[in-house]
C-alpha cells in the first residue's frame, strides 16, 4: 500500500482480555518495526523484524507481548491478559533499510 | 550503552529562528536522522546526516559533527504548524541498523 496501516486505531478492552494489533507495512519494505508511546514520552522499542532474519524482541516488557510477522509483510503484536499499564499509544513503522522510517498513525489502547 | 540527549521543550517565538541540539552516545554509529511528531500523530522523517556538515531541506537544516558526537535541527521562519516534538534518532550497526531515539522536543511557539 501507499502507507503503513494499522487496525484498529483505537481499542478499549477490559483488563485481562487478550488484544491483537495488526500492522500492514509499505509494500517492499522489509524491516518492520513496532514502538509503544505514553502520553508525552518518547518512544519505546519492542520488536523489530528484518527480512527473513529472527527477530529482535529484546524491548518486549513482558512474556505477554508477542509478534509475528507472516509472509514478510502484514505483523500482528498480541498483547494478553491486558494490564492498565498497557494503554499507550502502539506504533508501527517500516522501512527498506535503516534510514526513513515511515510510522503508521497508531493503534491507541486503552486497558479499564 | 547507546544513548542520546535532547532538551526536553523549547520555546519559541514565530517568524524566529530555533536550533534544537542532540548529543549522542551511540557504538557503532552510523548516521543521525531527525522526526517531527505532532501531538496525535505519528512521526515523520525530516532528514537523515550520514557526512558531517549541513543538509538543508526547505526551512529546515540538520547538521552533524561525528568528532563531537553532535548534531543540530534547524527552523527557520517558524511557523504556529511548527509546533511540535522533535526526536533526533541514531542509526546503529551495533543494533542491526536501528534507530536509537532521543526522548524527544516539545518545540513551543509563541505568536
Known amino acids: 500500500g501507499a502507507g503503513v496501516s494499522q487496525s484498529p486505531s483505537n481499542k478499549v478492552t477490559e483488563k485481562g482480555k487478550d488484544v491483537e494489533l495488526r500492522c500492514d507495512p509499505i509494500s517492499g519494505h522489509t524491516a518492520l518495526y513496532w514502538y509503544r508511546q505514553s502520553l508525552g514520552q518518547g518512544l519505546e522499542f519492542l520488536i523489530y523484524f528484518q527480512g527473513n532474519s529472527a527477530p529482535d524482541k529484546s524491548g518486549l516488557p513482558s512474556d505477554r507481548f508477542s509478534a509475528e510477522r507472516t509472509g514478510g509483510s502484514v505483523s500482528t503484536l498480541t498483547i494478553q491478559r491486558t494490564q492498565q499499564e498497557d494503554s499507550a499509544v502502539y506504533l508501527c513503522?517500516?522501512?527498506?533499510?535503516?534510514?526513513?522510517?515511515?510510522f503508521g498513525s497508531g493503534t491507541r489502547l486503552t486497558v479499564v | 550503552g547507546q544513548s542520546l540527549e535532547q532538551p526536553s521543550e523549547v520555546t519559541a517565538v514565530e517568524g524566529a529562528i530555533v536550533q534544537i541540539n542532540c548529543t549522542y552516545q551511540?557504538?557503532?554509529?552510523?548516521?543521525l536522522s531527525w522526526y517531527q511528531q505532532h501531538d496525535g500523530g505519528a512521526p515523520t522523517f525530516l532528514s537523515y546526516?550520514?557526512l558531517d556538515g549541513l543538509e538543508e531541506t526547505g526551512r529546515f537544516s540538520s547538521f552533524l559533527s561525528r568528532s563531537d558526537s553532535y548534531g543540530y535541527l534547524l527552523l527557520q521562519e517558524l511557523q504556529m504548524k511548527d509546533s511540535a516534538s522533535y526526536f533526533c534518532a541514531a542509526t546503529s550497526m551495533d543494533s542491526n541498523y536501528q534507530l536509537i531515539w532521543g526522548a524527544g522536543t516539545k518545540l513551543i511557539i509563541k505568536p
Open positions: 551511540t557504538s557503532g554509529f552510523y548516521g
Open positions: 513503522a517500516s522501512s527498506l533499510g535503516g534510514n526513513g522510517y515511515t
Open positions: 546526516n550520514a
